[in-house]
């Protein structure tokens, strides 16, 4: 695992993605949502990493989480909070 690049995660500006909120100790669940993103960036005091889905909606995952990876596939597991954080390219057909 690693910590988050800004660059990995412009591979998800602009198509269609799954987004997912995990909480580790099995409480609620947030609905897996799509979404496109439309522009990723750091938080002004470089805490999070934002994923703009318009001018104004964004979410925010902690720097410091630690992040798995694969094609098409982005994890991370903010260890303060318990949640994990997960983004997935959504195939269009």
């Given at each position: 695992m690693e910590l988050?690049?800004?660059e990995d995660l412009n591979t998800f500006v602009g198509g269609p993605v799954a987004i997912a909120i995990q909480d580790g100790?099995?409480?609620d669940q947030?609905?897996?949502v799509?979404?496109?993103i439309?522009?990723?960036?750091?938080?002004p005091d470089k805490s999070h990493i934002r994923l703009y889905f318009d001018d104004f909606y964004f979410l925010a995952v902690p720097l410091?989480?630690?992040v798995s990876q694969s094609e098409g596939y982005w994890s991370a597991f903010d260890s303060e909070s318990g949640l994990t954080y997960?983004?997935?390219?959504v195939q269009v057909f």
């Amino acid at each position: 695992m690693e910590l988050i690049k800004l660059e990995d995660l412009n591979t998800f500006v602009g198509g269609p993605v799954a987004i997912a909120i995990q909480d580790g100790d099995g409480g609620d669940q947030a609905p897996i949502v799509k979404k496109t993103i439309k522009k990723v960036q750091f938080c002004p005091d470089k805490s999070h990493i934002r994923l703009y889905f318009d001018d104004f909606y964004f979410l925010a995952v902690p720097l410091n989480s630690r992040v798995s990876q694969s094609e098409g596939y982005w994890s991370a597991f903010d260890s303060e909070s318990g949640l994990t954080y997960t983004v997935k390219k959504v195939q269009v057909f």
